[in-house]
């Protein structure tokens, strides 16, 4: 069995409460009973795309687990490069990253596009996930994740600044039938969808919880809940490679 925690949206801000959240879901996880075969974080890891939210980050998601992160949104890549990944001469060249398991493949691609919200992933990114879907062999499954979901969740604050482009996603996947899933965050909430025939799994948020339209017709300009716990999905790969997921709630054992 492989257990993969995903974790999103921590935008860390350099104030106390984002840094809270995700260390309570660090410590969480760290406490488990067992050992993760990884731990992804999909993206707007900081909020403004500073030094200061990457060395708060780096300080705050250490964990006993493998770890990958992507970008977001929010995310600059050259400091994302230099605080997080310790790049002394940062590119600003798409942020991929690979994890290649006991038994299953991570491929974490970087859907940002900078200086925008919406998000798009560049020829050089989907070239090198064809590479990596080629070079896995068909037995072993591949879950490919990013920040920005490919379709409409019917959420119109996120629907309109997801990931565009997405035809070519599609195509892709339709040449590997080992890619078993894609996983991504942005929309602050939990969901469960499909696309070009897969699933797709969306995180929700560790800053915050998107309010649905049925939840806030009263309110329409409010789109976050801050006073909701963060929450962490795990994806489960059994031995039969059926996928599951599991959505938790973390609440800080200490209060």
Known sequence: MIVIA???????????????RARTVMAYLDALPYDLDAVLISGDIADDGAAHEYAQARATLVSRHPTVVCPGNHDDRRAFRRGLLGEEE???APVDAVVRGSGFVLAVCDSSVPG?????????????????L??????????????????????????????????????LAERHPHLT?????????????????????????????????WERQDDPEHHVHLDEPPAVAFHVLGDDGRLTTHYRVVVDARR
């Open 116 to 132: 925008e919200h919406h998000g798009r992933l560049e020829e050089s990114t989907l070239a090198w996930l064809d590479e990596v």
């Open 181 to 213: 899933a894609f996983l991504c965050g942005h929309a602050h909430t939990a969901a469960a969808t499909t696309f070009a025939g897969r699933p797709l799994l969306v995180a929700p948020g560790v800053a915050s919880t998107l309010r649905l339209p």
């Open 6 to 20: 995903h974790l999103s949206d921590v935008h860390f801000d350099g104030e106390p409460r984002a840094a809270e």
């Open 134 to 171: 080629t070079d896995t062999p068909r037995e072993v499954p591949v879950l490919v994740a990013f920040h920005h979901p490919p379709v409409e969740l019917h959420t119109p604050y996120v629907d309109g600044i997801r990931q565009f482009g997405e035809e070519r996603l599609a195509a």
């Open 90 to 92: 940062p590119s600003a």
